[in-house]
């Protein structure tokens, strides 16, 4: 049995779980690597340009991924109007789940950048501002979920009482350019920016560590196909507040109390940023 006829069977399940197959290609020089999303995982793979993907199947969660991406090998999401490219990258990797019942469209892809050429927060700084820029030119439009304040600017990491808010709880303002310390400030915990295009969220993650070798920037874009990612989000808290119910926990009354004081927070926020000068947003 080839590689190509093992690697359908593993994307189809049946092929045991917890398997680890290739996927050769002809094509030997990779000159990009290209990727959408809610296409079939097989397929999508097939029109990469990858010469080799290492593949997984568990239970039916189905990944395919690439490591030690040359830096001169981009990252290029083809959506039509939605086209943006990445580099340098260590390592990409996608998603399919059988469960979904969506002909093993790709629910998710993952890039991790390579971390080498960022070793100080001038360079850290410049190359997501770079990021944050491609994403802004193109039709993917700012999203905000129903948890956060729709707040522009310095507000969207800003507390109730004002100060810089360093848990990255809420994504921030990508049409706000943050100061050198407000950087080095909020970017010792992982901080993100999100957009919306087309049913697909890109989430942009940002963070760095700094010890006796010197600042460690890391850097993530994960594309997630929303509505998808939403119900699985909901389907886990449903099935965890039914479970600690059912052991008199009472997780479902104290659930609706945290949105309660959740909505009480944000619409606190929204005025306070109103009142410093910033404006509300469309979510």
Not at 144 to 150: R, T
Not at 165 to 189: F, K, N, S
């Amino acid at each position: 049995m080839n590689n190509l006829i093992k690697l359908g069977l593993a994307a189809t399940g049946l092929v045991a779980t917890a398997v680890v197959l290739f996927f050769l290609f002809r094509d030997k020089d990779m000159t990009a690597i290209k990727f959408e999303l809610k296409t079939n995982i097989v397929e999508t793979a097939r029109k990469s340009g990858v010469p080799k993907y290492s593949t997984a199947n568990v239970d039916g969660y189905i990944s395919y991924s690439v490591n030690d991406i040359p830096a001169d090998v981009p990252a290029r999401y083809v959506r039509d109007g939605y086209e943006v490219s990445f580099s340098p990258l260590f390592a990409l990797t996608m998603y399919a789940d059988e469960k979904n019942q969506n002909n093993l469209g790709v629910e998710n892809v993952t890039l991790q950048f390579s971390t080498k050429p960022f070793a100080s927060h001038e360079a850290g700084k410049q190359f997501a501002e770079g990021v944050i820029a491609e994403m802004n030119k193109k039709k993917w439009v700012r999203y905000i979920d129903e948890l956060c304040p729709a707040v522009s600017g310095r507000s969207s990491f800003m507390n109730a009482e004002g100060k810089l808010e360093q848990i990255g709880t809420c994504p921030l303002d990508p049409a706000y350019t943050l100061t050198r310390e407000e950087w080095i400030h909020m970017m010792r915990i992982e901080q993100s920016y999100q957009w919306l295009g087309d049913g697909v969220l890109a989430t942009f993650k940002i963070a760095y560590s700094e010890d006796s070798r010197g600042i460690t920037y890391n850097f993530f874009m994960e594309f997630d196909d929303l509505p998808v990612k939403k119900r699985k989000i909901e389907q886990r808290l449903q099935a965890s507040l039914k479970e600690e119910d059912q052991k008199g926990w009472k997780s479902t009354e104290k659930h609706q109390k945290y949105l309660a004081s959740r909505h009480e927070l944000i619409q606190l926020l929204e005025a306070n940023a109103v009142r410093r000068g910033d404006h509300l947003v469309n979510r």
